[in-house]
């Protein structure tokens, strides 16, 4: 899986633009299909695939916050954190949508993060002392275990099978029709 990662080949633009998860997805197709795909949350995304766009993502804001750090050059940051927010959310969606649950679970992270910043917003505002403080942190912990652990499940998905085990011993091709009974037809 790592050797298709840093393979180098040219984007694959119909199957970036599919509705089915990229298991063999390249770095470049991973960061390039959650743009392609940038507010549609139908579909699915493998894990390969969130994990690679949040950490490139990760790396790009903190080099932004640092470069970026002090007076009104700080707002940059802040623009690309809105930016992003619309290709992180619809692929949380599609990552929820591979593990059969619906997209609109993934508000729950979100909201929380939101509580968190109210909460460290007015702690900030009410007192110094810790008591507010770490009960406005408790939501933002619990929304990162929450991405945590929607990021690290394996897929639940599985494609539906009407094999009925004649493929797999070898019957079809032979004659043989899915039943298990000989085809009638003459060459």
């Known amino acids: 899986m ?3 990662l840093f393979e180098n080949r040219p984007p694959r633009l119909a199957e ?4 089915e998860p990229m298991y063999d997805a390249t770095l470049r197709e991973c960061l390039q299909r959650p743009f392609y795909l ?19 993502l990760s790396i790009v804001e903190s080099g932004l916050s640092k470069v970026c750090g002090g007076g009104a050059w700080a707002l ?53 002392g810790g008591g507010p403080l770490l009960l406005a942190v408790i939501p933002l912990l619990v ?7 929607i990021m690290c499940t ?8 009407f094999d009925n085990g004649a493929i ?3 019957a079809i091709g032979a004659g043989v029709n899915q039943s298990g009974t000989a085809r009638p037809w003459t060459d």
Not at 143 to 148: A, E, F, P, R, V
Not at 154 to 161: D, G, I, M, T
Request: hydrophobic share 50%; net charge positive; charged share 20%.
């Open 76 to 128: 940059i940051p802040l623009v690309f954190d809105l930016i992003m927010v619309v290709p992180q959310y619809a692929l949380e969606v599609r990552r929820l949508h591979d593990l059969l649950l619906p997209g609109w679970l993934t508000l729950i992270p979100y909201g929380l993060m939101v509580i968190a910043t109210i909460g460290l917003v007015k702690s900030r505002m009410l007192t110094i």
């Open 16 to 19: 970036m633009k599919g509705f």
């Open 38 to 56: 940038f507010a549609r949350g139908r579909g699915r995304s493998c894990r390969k695939e969130i994990w690679v766009f949040f950490i490139v």
């Open 2 to 4: 790592a050797i298709a």
């Open 154 to 161: 394996p897929s639940r998905y599985r494609r539906p099978s």
């Open 168 to 170: 797999s011993n070898g």
């Open 143 to 149: 929304s990162m275990l929450i991405q945590l652990v």
